[in-house]
């Protein structure tokens, strides 16, 4: 078991009606690795996700989420793994403190181990003079870091991220990737999807999708030396075509 | 000038959200406002469309002043905030329309103008505006805000939300407007696009850092920047860190920017380093400063005169 990939997808399909939106995809993650999701808007990376994290059943193909068949055993995928996104992390009518104990609770941890995390949690980001504040009144780049810890808090396998830093300071989104960073050399295994480029870039692979299907899959750099040019942004657009 | 503004200040409350913001845009100019969320971007905009008033400081948009003559910027201003602000329960063709209505004008009229970006939305004009997808919403948001021929454009981060594709459209379309002969001001929040503007101010925590041509404040980056690689990413950031005289360790896709405060510094001697503890795979290089390396090291200047 111990070196099976995390993320095993193996002819992951999935139709609506007579419309493909994931046609036959194939890879694998490893453990500890920063995987890049990619594709542009309609090309189906949020429905191959949520087959991926068990809320959505694939019509055929396999995948297998931190050693758990999706279709069988989506729950069990659910307590594996941690989500967030830019859209939705923290309640912003709730304190860090109470945010922290709400997640913490729907994860079913026991109140002593809470209440040891919540300490370590604020300790860790230097937020004791506002473990108090409501949410809402934080900067956009101090918000992504609790949600990235409250994410944590159920120690899961691997970690979905949904264009995590967009927006942030430059230099506060810095220290984010840097969490990331520690999180995958303890072995967590972090899978980000994003429609910016400069986020791909700092993905150990990427894999880009273009109408349902996986059109690459490398480290930023073979791709892009493959495609000879400077930025991951330049490889996208010789890949996706725009289907609006 | 085309937009001038001199000690502009605005709170909420406690929270000042600019303070002193002065700077012109130039007839004809393509001018970028980069920063972070929360930089204060969106009151700027809202000061300079007259959809609110400052605390304090004066502002002209095509010689206009903003206070006085706010009714004449209405009329000679487009704006597309950064929310998609178009009547959802009506169809393309109803909104643009709409607009066009409004400012006394048709869509006949002015049809030159948002051809190139109308156009691709045109074969859906019957559809409703809330069920449009991201781009085309885009387009149809430009449309509106360009029917009635204004003088200055006014985009807030016109490029949340979008991808890759339609970014690079969204681009293409601003320079095409600009040959037109249209002042631009637009907003992001990504310093990979600062360098399509002719000239940017960066901006955070309501003050401007810089003001200067992409290419210009590139060249006069302070220091050397080195990319460094090793197969461990979190453990070099560490150990870069340590280094005796480390200016600044950031992480930058692949590499680590790495400057140093020691004007002797030798890259032998951090691969040295790095060797002796336990590194492999390890890279040094030099390579030029991005506008978010400048960005980083000028509002970390700030903050230590703030404290």
């Known amino acids: ?244 | 000038m085309s937009i001038s503004l001199k000690n502009i200040g605005k709170s909420y409350g406690a929270v000042k959200a600019l303070s002193n913001i002065s700077f012109d845009v130039k007839q004809g100019e393509l001018f970028g406002l980069i920063g972070p969320d929360g930089a204060g971007k969106t009151t700027l905009f809202r000061i300079l469309t007259t959809l609110l008033f400052p605390d304090n400081g004066e502002a002209k948009v095509s010689g206009y002043d903003i206070i006085r003559d706010f009714k004449d910027i209405r009329s000679h201003v487009g704006y597309m905030p950064g929310r998609f602000s178009l009547y959802q329960d009506l169809t393309v063709e109803e909104n643009l329309n709409f607009f066009a209505t409004i400012f006394g004008t048709t869509i006949a009229e002015n049809y030159d103008l948002i051809k190139d970006i109308y156009e691709h939305i045109e074969p859906f004009k019957d559809r409703r505006a809330g069920k449009l997808s991201g781009g085309m919403k885009q387009k149809l948001a430009l449309s509106c805000a360009l029917i009635h021929k204004p003088r200055v454009l006014f985009l807030d981060e016109p490029t949340t939300g979008v991808d890759p594709v339609s970014r690079k459209e969204l681009w293409e379309m601003l320079k095409r407007l600009q040959q037109k002969g249209i002042t631009i001001l637009v907003s992001t929040a990504y310093m990979d696009e600062a360098s399509l503007c002719d000239r940017i101010a960066l901006i955070q925590d309501g003050t401007i850092l810089k003001i200067d041509r992409p290419q210009v404040i590139i060249d006069t980056f302070p220091s050397k920047i080195y990319n460094v690689k090793a197969d461990s990413t979190y453990r070099l950031l560490q150990d870069l860190a340590l280094y005796p005289d480390t200016h600044s360790v950031y992480p930058f896709g692949e590499y680590s920017h790495f400057t140093s405060a020691d004007p002797d510094f030798k890259p032998s001697d951090l691969m040295r380093f790095l060797q002796e503890k336990q590194h492999s795979g390890i890279e040094v290089s030099e390579t030029p400063a991005t506008i978010e390396d400048a960005f980083m090291e000028l509002s970390k200047a700030s903050e230590l005169i703030d404290n």
């Open chain 1, 1 to 244: 078991m111990k070196n099976d990939p995390a993320i095993h997808v193996e002819n992951l399909t999935k139709m609506f009606g007579d419309f493909t939106a994931v046609n036959s995809i194939s890879f694998q993650v490893g453990k500890g690795e920063v995987f890049g999701f990619l594709g542009a808007n309609g090309a189906g990376k949020t429905t191959a996700m949520k087959m991926l994290i068990g809320i959505s059943k694939p019509t055929s193909g396999q995948a297998r989420v931190a050693g758990f068949n999706v279709r069988t055993h989506a729950e069990e995928v659910k307590n594996s793994i941690g989500y967030m996104s830019q859209k939705f992390s923290l309640y912003n009518d709730l304190t860090i403190k109470e945010n922290i104990v709400f997640f913490g609770g729907i994860y079913g941890l026991p109140k002593s181990v809470l209440k040891e995390k919540t300490q370590a949690l604020v300790d860790e980001l230097g937020l004791h003079d506002h473990a108090d504040a409501l949410v809402r009144s934080l900067p956009l780049g101090w918000k992504q870091k609790v949600a990235f810890s409250v994410a944590l808090l159920h120690n899961p396998k691997i970690i979905f991220l949904d264009e995590p830093t967009g927006g942030v300071d430059p230099i506060t989104r810095r220290q984010f990737w840097e969490m990331i960073y520690r999180e995958a050399s303890k072995g967590v295994t972090i899978f980000v999807t994003t429609h910016y480029m400069d986020e791909a870039e700092y993905c150990d692979r990427v894999s880009i999708m273009v109408e349902g299907n996986i059109e690459a899959l490398d480290t930023p750099n073979k791709l892009k030396e493959r495609y000879q040019v400077g930025s991951m942004n330049e490889v996208f657009l010789k890949l996706a075509r725009n289907i609006e």
